[in-house]
């Protein structure tokens, strides 16, 4: 992983000096390709299914109801599937690729279980979150031991390079959260910390899945870069994205819990962008005294930040990070699974929930 600090926007999608600038055709062959209207149904995501079905299994008695609701948390399985259209690209996926889906999902729901208990959410895809229906005590050694299972899992895959970088990634996602976190409150807040801090909370975990996935595919170490580079702005994209949602999205079409990053004091780049703008007063005043409804504090920003042009900017740039994932692809060999990729790419950001 390239680990200096990102600058800015721009700086993140060209600062890389082993990105090429791949042929023009290439490019347009991507970028020209229609986006499908749903995520590709892969046939060996029910070998995925399988791996997580028989680590959730293995929960004690005493705290088998938990582990019940977890599984309600599923989601689109964006992450498994970056794996196995990773592993499909470069043209050799394995059974290993299903048990490396199951690690990355788990990891993703153990964090997504300490996320609601920072943010105190309550609902969670249409139901409750654990912390909602226990408590965080409880909540957090779930995601603990869901963690420890994954890992448990990723050791069965008998590649210590893949175990080393799986480690480094889970260090990586926790100095991104403990670094937003230790922002909160600072509305002078840079933009470039913020993408520094999105880089590893989000972004980390989506370009290990497709990293990963084309190491234990055997996959040329080009082919290895660029699909990491995919995955990176892919990740950081998909994150702007739920950023926008938190404010702009509908709870109903959601189904989880919004408007948690003004409770918790946290800037996102619609508000960075906002606040260096002229009469950002209104704004500013808002989010120092936000109302006890984070509801009415959303009501009260929204048209601020339309004014300001902060969603439009905000949607540019994730739009710009997807054009530039889109771009590390042609350097894979032009199949359906690279288009399916691609299509990936576009539904991160193409979202309401």
Same mark, same amino acid.
């Given at each position: 992983? %390239?680990?200096?600090?990102?600058?800015?926007?721009?700086?993140? !999608?060209?600062?890389?000096?082993?990105?090429?600038?791949?042929?023009?055709?290439?490019?347009?062959?991507?970028?020209?390709?229609?986006?499908?209207?749903? !995520?590709?149904?892969?046939?060996?995501?029910?070998?995925?299914?399988?791996?997580?079905?028989?680590?959730?299994?293995?929960?004690?008695?005493?705290?088998?109801?938990?582990?019940?609701?977890?599984?309600?948390?599923?989601?689109?399985?964006?992450?498994?599937?970056?794996?196995? !259209?990773?592993?499909?690209?470069?043209?050799?996926?394995?059974?290993?690729?299903?048990?490396?889906?199951?690690?990355?999902?788990?990891?993703?729901?153990?964090?997504?279980?300490?996320?609601?208990?920072?943010?105190?959410?309550?609902?969670?895809?249409?139901?409750?979150?654990?912390?909602?229906?226990?408590?965080?005590?409880?909540?957090?050694?779930?995601?603990?031991?869901?963690?420890?299972?994954?890992?448990?899992?990723?050791?069965?895959?008998? %590649?210590?390079?893949?175990?080393?970088?799986?480690?480094?990634?889970?260090?990586?996602?926790?100095?991104?959260?403990?670094?937003?976190?230790?922002?909160?409150?600072?509305?002078?807040?840079?933009?470039?910390?913020?993408?520094? %801090?999105?880089?590893?909370?989000?972004?980390?975990?989506?370009?290990?899945?497709?990293?990963?996935?084309?190491?234990?595919?055997?996959?040329?170490?080009?082919?290895?870069?660029?699909?990491?580079?995919?995955?990176?702005?892919?990740?950081?994209?998909?994150?702007?994205?739920?950023?926008?949602?938190?404010?702009?999205?509908?709870?109903?079409?959601?189904?989880?819990?919004?408007?948690?990053?003004?409770?918790?004091?946290?800037?996102?780049?619609?508000?960075?962008?906002?606040?260096?703008?002229?009469?950002?007063?209104?704004?500013?005043?808002?989010?120092?005294?936000?109302?006890?409804?984070?509801?009415?504090?959303?009501?009260?920003?929204?048209?601020?930040?339309?004014?300001?042009?902060?969603?439009?900017?905000?949607?540019?740039?994730?739009?710009?990070?997807?054009?530039?994932?889109?771009?590390?692809?042609?350097?894979?060999?032009?199949?359906?699974?690279? %288009?399916?990729?691609?299509?990936?790419?576009?539904?991160?950001?193409?979202?309401?929930?």
């Amino acid at each position: 992983m %390239n680990r200096e600090q990102v600058m800015s926007p721009v700086t993140l !999608l060209d600062s890389n000096p082993h990105i090429a600038h791949p042929p023009k055709g290439a490019v347009d062959e991507i970028l020209h390709q229609s986006v499908a209207s749903e !995520l590709p149904q892969i046939p060996e995501l029910a070998d995925v299914e399988q791996h997580i079905d028989s680590v959730l299994n293995r929960s004690h008695s005493r705290f088998a109801s938990m582990v019940d609701q977890v599984r309600h948390f599923r989601g689109k399985r964006f992450r498994p599937l970056m794996v196995l !259209l990773s592993a499909k690209a470069v043209g050799n996926l394995t059974p290993k690729h299903a048990a490396l889906g199951a690690v990355m999902e788990l990891i993703h729901t153990a964090t997504l279980i300490h996320d609601d208990v920072l943010d105190e959410a309550m609902i969670r895809r249409f139901a409750p979150t654990v912390n909602a229906v226990n408590d965080n005590y409880t909540s957090i050694l779930l995601g603990d031991w869901i963690f420890s299972q994954a890992f448990s899992l990723a050791s069965t895959l008998q %590649n210590l390079r893949v175990n080393h970088l799986l480690s480094e990634s889970a260090c990586r996602i926790c100095e991104g959260e403990l670094n937003q976190g230790m922002e909160r409150g600072n509305f002078a807040l840079e933009e470039s910390t913020y993408f520094d %801090n999105i880089n590893g909370k989000t972004a980390e975990l989506i370009a290990a899945c497709c990293k990963v996935s084309a190491i234990i595919a055997n996959a040329p170490e080009d082919q290895v870069r660029h699909l990491e580079n995919f995955g990176r702005k892919v990740g950081m994209a998909f994150q702007i994205a739920d950023d926008l949602l938190d404010l702009w999205g509908d709870e109903d079409r959601t189904g989880k819990s919004l408007g948690t990053d003004l409770k918790q004091g946290k800037l996102t780049l619609p508000l960075i962008h906002a606040l260096r703008q002229p009469n950002s007063d209104r704004i500013l005043a808002i989010l120092r005294t936000p109302p006890e409804d984070s509801q009415r504090a959303r009501a009260a920003l929204i048209p601020l930040l339309e004014e300001a042009g902060s969603l439009d900017y905000a949607k540019q740039i994730a739009r710009e990070l997807v054009h530039q994932a889109r771009l590390e692809l042609s350097h894979l060999p032009a199949t359906v699974w690279r %288009n399916q990729l691609a299509t990936m790419a576009e539904k991160a950001i193409a979202r309401s929930a």
